[in-house]
């Protein structure tokens, strides 16, 4: 059973740039479209990037200038950079699994990241 | 491209029916048959709930159903349970640059 685990810090400086990895357990992440989506307090989701195993990108045109997600197969982790974060940037980030038809079918468990001045 | 448009809230007794709308564009909800709706209880991550407009992934329950007419897709939960107390977003492939949006989600209450 593929399971997903998101780490990184729980505190960023604002101005400086977050970090995250996402762990791929349990299966392979071949043929798989691996995503990046945040909730931030309160609020509702937002889809932020995605990439296949292969390398190819898209990214949410609001974030795109300060985005940056990739892919390490033998490692079996995806990561994404966000730089320049401000309080905005405040929120959990979740880690996720999208089909080729445009659903996202298993997500990891969240970890928030809180941008401090 | 903006979200998706749900009622903040809907509520129902034990055992009603509930349908929660999702209101986009042709270029989103109208246009495609890639809508899907997920259930997110309080501190945890979404739930997938249902894909394509109307399919139900294994282990979730028929009580859960989706629909789309037009520009808006529904989703109905029959035989409401306490357990289904949850908030809910729908989402959508768009056309548009941003290629794919959630809703604004809904909370639904169990009286």
Known sequence: QVQLQESGPGLVKSSETLSLTCTVSGGSMYSSYWSWIRQPPGRGLEWIAYMYHSGSTNYNPSLESRVTISVDTSKSQFSLKVTSVTAADTAMYYCARRSPYWYFDLWGRGTLVTVSS | ?111
């Open chain 2, 1 to 111: 491209q903006s979200a998706l448009t749900q009622p903040a809230s809907v509520s129902g007794s034990p055992g009603q029916s509930i349908t929660i709308s999702c209101t986009g564009t042709s270029s989103d909800v109208g246009g495609y048959n890639y809508v899907s709706w997920y259930q997110q209880h309080p501190g945890q991550a979404p739930k997938f709930m249902i894909y394509e407009v109307s399919n139900r992934p294994s282990g979730v329950s028929s009580r859960f159903s989706g629909s789309k007419s037009g520009n808006t897709a529904y989703l109905t939960i029959s035989g409401l349970q306490a357990d289904d107390e949850a908030d809910y977003y729908c989402s959508s492939y768009t056309s548009s640059s941003t290629l794919y949006v959630f809703g604004t989600g809904t909370k639904v209450t169990v009286l």
